[in-house]
């Protein structure tokens, strides 16, 4: 549920802030489908990296919850930037417009995933 729940408030974000903030989402456009994944790639990475050594430095509990959520979103939004340049490649549509339906289609496969999942442990 919290998955979900922080794909609903990124898609819900970025109905409200790609508004606000045209041009950031103009030079997101602009972007070469394949420099986009080169760099989706290396932020994935990055964040990885991030990722785990936050985690082995911070050991309070609700620090450590905080940093989880916030490390969530930013990890989700990396993820669908990726997936809507490799998108874009393909379909020759502009990243803005791909935003929702990726977001979408990583809520349902966690979804998928996550009940076949608990499926092979009861049966």
């Given at each position: 549920?919290?998955?979900?729940?922080?794909?609903?408030?990124?898609?819900?974000?970025?109905?409200?802030?790609?508004?606000?903030?045209?041009?950031?989402?103009?030079?997101?456009?602009?972007?070469?489908?394949?420099?986009?994944?080169?760099?989706?790639?290396?932020?994935?990475?990055?964040?990885?990296?991030?990722?785990?050594?936050?985690?082995?430095?911070?050991?309070?509990?609700?620090?450590?919850?905080?940093?989880?959520?916030?490390?969530?979103y930013?990890?989700?939004?990396?993820?669908?930037?990726?997936?809507?340049?490799?998108?874009e490649?393909?379909?020759?549509?502009?990243?803005?417009?791909?935003?929702?339906?990726?977001?979408?289609?990583v809520?349902?496969?966690?979804?998928?995933?996550?009940?076949?999942?608990?499926?092979?442990?009861?049966?």
């Amino acid at each position: 549920m919290l998955f979900i729940s922080v794909c609903l408030s990124l898609h819900t974000a970025w109905n409200l802030l790609s508004p606000r903030f045209p041009n950031w989402a103009a030079r997101v456009n602009r972007l070469h489908p394949a420099l986009g994944i080169l760099l989706g790639l290396v932020f994935l990475t990055a964040f990885g990296y991030l990722f785990f050594t936050v985690f082995s430095l911070v050991t309070f509990g609700i620090i450590q919850s905080i940093v989880t959520i916030v490390l969530m979103y930013i990890g989700l939004a990396i993820f669908v930037f990726l997936l809507s340049c490799f998108v874009e490649g393909i379909t020759r549509q502009s990243k803005e417009t791909l935003f929702q339906p990726v977001l979408i289609f990583v809520s349902v496969s966690y979804v998928v995933v996550t009940t076949f999942g608990i499926l092979q442990l009861v049966v």
